[in-house]
T-cell receptor
Framework: DVKVTQSSRYLVKRTGEKVFLECVQDMDHENMFWYRQDPGLGLRLIYF???????EKGDIPEGYSVSREKKERFSLILESASTNQTSMYLC?????????????FGQGTRLTVV | DAKTTQPTSMDCAEGRAANLPCNHSTISGNEYVYWYRQIHSQGPQYIIHGLKNNETNEMASLIITEDRKSSTLILPHATLRDTAVYYCIVRAPTGANNLFFGTGTRLTVIP
């Protein structure tokens, strides 16, 4: 059974903290994605990566960075957390060379910044 | 990637077919239509995708009009567990790898 695993379901962090959200996939997928989801706004792409050490900005990269040191792991970093980064964060992965196949999502991390 | 338009919400009686429409009038010839759903507090789950022909799998059927400007996802016998937000996505197999989800249709299956 394929799996995308996010390290935490719920996180509470203080304003100004550096926050790491971890995502691991076991499907040997090249593409990995980080989204945030807010009520009424759907899923918005923050960053994606199509290979180790490669990254591309999505629609809302400001305030975030990412790291892809290994193929199976894609980390989202909030350098200095702010209250407007309180959200549900979703990681996904997808095979690169089979563009007609689907993306697989993790269960999400609900981050609250206080 | 082509923009999609979906109704904000729909209701369906349990056991009946749920038909969820999606308009994608600017779709290009090489763009696929994907459907995902998101049950409350979970990550989105892939349902089905297609290019031109109608498709069916164990979860649903996808009907794409001949001009490909719209499609319908059909859940043949809706259950309470099908209550979710359903997203229609259109994208090309090449180019940007991101998936634009929009706000989807909230389907409520009523007992």
């Amino acid at each position: 059974d394929v799996k995308v695993t996010q390290s935490s379901r719920y996180l509470v962090k203080r304003t100004g903290e550096k926050v790491f959200l971890e995502c691991v996939q076991d499907m040997d997928h090249e593409n990995m994605f980080w989204y945030r989801q807010d009520p009424g706004l759907g899923l918005r792409l923050i960053y994606f990566s199509y290979d180790v050490k490669m990254k591309e900005k999505g629609d809302i990269p400001e305030g975030y960075s990412v790291s892809r040191e290994k193929k199976e792991r894609f980390s989202l970093i909030l350098e200095s957390a702010s209250t407007n980064q309180t959200s549900m964060y979703l990681c996904a992965s997808r095979r690169l060379l089979r563009p007609d196949t689907e993306a697989f999502f993790g269960q999400g991390t609900r981050l609250t910044v206080v | 990637d082509a923009k999609t338009t979906q109704p904000t919400s729909m209701d369906c009686a349990e056991g009946r077919a749920a038909n969820l429409p999606c308009n994608h009038s600017t779709i290009s010839g090489n763009e696929y239509v994907y459907w995902y759903r998101q049950i409350h507090s979970q990550g989105p789950q892939y349902i089905i995708h297609g290019l031109k022909n109608n498709e069916t799998n164990e979860m649903a059927s996808l009907i794409i009009t001949e001009d490909r400007k719209s499609s319908t996802l059909i859940l043949p016998h809706a259950t309470l567990r099908d209550t979710a937000v359903y997203y229609c996505i259109v994208r090309a197999p090449t180019g940007a790898n991101n998936l634009f989800f929009g706000t989807g249709t909230r389907l409520t299956v009523i007992p």
